[in-house]
C-alpha cells in the first residue's frame, strides 16, 4: 500500500473508530466529526502502545494492517481513553 493509500486508510479507520468509540462512550461528547476522527486516529496509536505493553505488534503492527480486528478493538479502548482525557481537559469550555 502506498502513502496516499495509507493515509486514506487512516482517515477512514480513524473515523470508524471515533464514531463507535464516541458511541460506547457514556454521556455527551461534545465534539463533531473531524474531533472525532482526529481523537480516532490518536486512539489507535494508544492503541498500539497497549498492545505493545501486553506483547503485541505495537505500533507497526497497526501500521502494517491497521483493518485488523484487533486493531480496530485496541483503536477503540485507545480512543475511549483519549476521548475522556480530551473531555476532562476541555469540560470547562464551551
Request: no cysteine; hydrophobic share 60%; net charge positive.
Amino acid at each position: 500500500m502506498g502513502l496516499i493509500g495509507l493515509i486514506i486508510s487512516w482517515i477512514i479507520i480513524g473515523a470508524i473508530i471515533g464514531l463507535l468509540a464516541r458511541a460506547i462512550m457514556p454521556g455527551k461528547q461534545a465534539m463533531g466529526l473531524g474531533m472525532s476522527i482526529v481523537l480516532g486516529v490518536v486512539g489507535a496509536i494508544v492503541g498500539g502502545f497497549i498492545g505493545a505493553l501486553l506483547g503485541g505488534d505495537g505500533v507497526s503492527g497497526i501500521m502494517n494492517n491497521p483493518w485488523s480486528l484487533g486493531t480496530i478493538l485496541l483503536g477503540i479502548v485507545g480512543a475511549i481513553i483519549v476521548m475522556a482525557i480530551y473531555g476532562f481537559a476541555t469540560k470547562g469550555r464551551a
